[in-house]
C-alpha cells in the first residue's frame, strides 16, 4: 500500500512535462508539500461527515434566506457533499491519512455560516467504532454565494480591406465559499482543529452580447459542484502533505554538452545528465560553467539530495554570479524546511 511503503524522502515525483526556451527547458514536477497544521501521529483514518445540512427547526428560515438571496435552495446540499467528496479523495491520495465517507450518517446542522455546538462523544465514538477510524471530521457549515459582473469590449479588425467594429461582452462570475470544520478525536476526547475556510473561485466567458456571454458560462450547479470540490481540497491540505505541482528550468544550450545532456534530463536520466554537466562545470568560461552548476542542483534535487542540490545552486551564484540561481537557493531551502516538517507528519 503506497502509504507504507512511500519513504521519507521520496517527495518530488518528475511528470513528463517538458517546454524550451531559448536556453532552458521547463519541467513540471509533483512535490509533497507539508500540511500546514499538525494532526496528532495517532490519527491515521478518518470518517468524513456532512453535518452542514439544516436541521428541521432551521429548514425554514433556509428557503426563505435562498429565496432572497437568490441562490438555489438545495445549491448548498450539492456544493457541501462535494465539499466532502473534495477532502475524502484529496486525503486518500496523500501518504498520511486513510478516509471513508459514511452515506447512512445524517446529522444536521444550521444550515449557514453559524458554527452548530460540538457533537457529543457518544456520537463520535459510536461513528469511529462502527467505521474502525481513529478520528472524525465533520463539515459544519458550508455557505455559498455567488454574483455575476459584465463587461462590455469594443474592437476593431481588418476584413476585405476595410476596418469593422465588434462588441464584445464578458461574463465573470464568482463563487465565495465558507466551509466550516472539526475535527474530533475520540481517544482523547478532543478537539485537534476548528477552521473556517473562507475563498473565491471564478469562471468567465465571452459572447457576442450580454445573454449569450451569460449562456457561455458553466451551469449555476456545475459552479457549486466545483467550488465545493475545491473548498474541500483547500481543507485537506491543511490537515494533510499533498502533491502540488511545480515548475523548474535547467540551462539546456550554451554549447554542445549542455545540448545532449538536456537530452538525457528529458528522459529522466538525471545521473548521466549530471556525469556530463559536472564535466561541463570546470569550464573557464564562467557563464557556462554557472549554467552547469544551476543544473547539478536540479538534478540532485530530482535525486532527492536537497543538501547538495543546496550547495551546487550556492556555487552557481557565488562563484558564477548567475543571478537565476537566487532563487533557486530560496527554493531549495524551502524545500528543505519542508522536509523536516514532512519527516515529523509521516513518522510512525
Known amino acids: 500500500m503506497l502509504k507504507n511503503l512511500l519513504p521519507k524522502l521520496f517527495v518530488l515525483l518528475v511528470s513528463a512535462s517538458f517546454l524550451i526556451s531559448c536556453k532552458t527547458s521547463y519541467l513540471t514536477v509533483d512535490v509533497l508539500k507539508p500540511a500546514r497544521i499538525d494532526v496528532p501521529r495517532e490519527i491515521k483514518s478518518v470518517a468524513v461527515i456532512n453535518r452542514s445540512l439544516p436541521a428541521k427547526e432551521e429548514r425554514a428560515m433556509n428557503i426563505i434566506e435562498g429565496v432572497i438571496s437568490g441562490e438555489g435552495i438545495f445549491n448548498d446540499r450539492v456544493g457541501s457533499e462535494k465539499c466532502v467528496i473534495g477532502v475524502v479523495e484529496l486525503l486518500n491520495n496523500s501518504p498520511r491519512f486513510t478516509a471513508v465517507f459514511p452515506?447512512?450518517?445524517?446529522?444536521?446542522?444550521?444550515?449557514?455560516?453559524?458554527?452548530?455546538?460540538?457533537?457529543?462523544?457518544?456520537?463520535?465514538?459510536?461513528?469511529?467504532?462502527?467505521?474502525?477510524v481513529d478520528a472524525v471530521i465533520a463539515l459544519e457549515t458550508f455557505d455559498s454565494?455567488?454574483?455575476?459582473?459584465?463587461?462590455?469590449?469594443?474592437?476593431?479588425?481588418e476584413e476585405d480591406g476595410r476596418k469593422v467594429r465588434y462588441v464584445e461582452y464578458n461574463a465573470e462570475v464568482r463563487m465565495e465559499i465558507e466551509a466550516g470544520w472539526r475535527i474530533y478525536y475520540p481517544?482523547?476526547?478532543?478537539?485537534?482543529?476548528?477552521?473556517?475556510?473562507?475563498?473565491?473561485?471564478?469562471?468567465d466567458a465571452d459572447g457576442?452580447?450580454?445573454?449569450?456571454?451569460?449562456?457561455?458560462?458553466?451551469?449555476?450547479?456545475r459552479i457549486i459542484e466545483d467550488a465545493g470540490f475545491f473548498a474541500g481540497e483547500q481543507y485537506a491540505a491543511r490537515i494533510s502533505p499533498v502533491w502540488i505541482k511545480v515548475s523548474r528550468n535547467y540551462y539546456s544550450k550554451g554549447n554542445e554538452e549542455l545540448e545532449r545532456a538536456s537530452r538525457y534530463a528529458r528522459q529522466g536520466n538525471w545521473e548521466e545528465a549530471?556525469?556530463?554537466w559536472e564535466n561541463v562545470a570546470k569550464s573557464s568560461d564562467p557563464k557556462i560553467a554557472g549554467y552547469a552548476a544551476y543544473n547539478l542542483a536540479l538534478s540532485n534535487e530530482m535525486q532527492g539530495d536537497l543538501d547538495t542540490a543546496l550547495q551546487w545552486a550556492e556555487k552557481s551564484y557565488y562563484d558564477f554570479n548567475n543571478k537565476k540561481a537566487r532563487n533557486y537557493i530560496n527554493t531549495i531551502k524551502r524545500r528543505i524546511a519542508d522536509e523536516r516538517r514532512l519527516d515529523k507528519q509521516l513518522e510512525d
Do not use: C, Q
Open 103 to 132: 452515506g447512512d450518517i445524517d446529522m444536521r446542522g444550521t444550515g449557514t455560516d453559524r458554527f452548530p455546538p460540538a457533537l457529543e462523544w457518544d456520537a463520535i465514538n459510536s461513528i469511529s467504532n462502527k467505521y474502525k
Open 208 to 221: 457576442p452580447t450580454r445573454e449569450a456571454a451569460k449562456r457561455n458560462l458553466p451551469s449555476k450547479s
Open 187 to 203: 481517544a482523547k476526547e478532543r478537539i485537534v482543529d476548528e477552521n473556517v475556510y473562507v475563498d473565491h473561485i471564478s469562471w
Open 145 to 157: 454565494d455567488s454574483h455575476t459582473d459584465y463587461d462590455r469590449r469594443e474592437y476593431t479588425r
Open 274 to 276: 549530471a556525469g556530463m
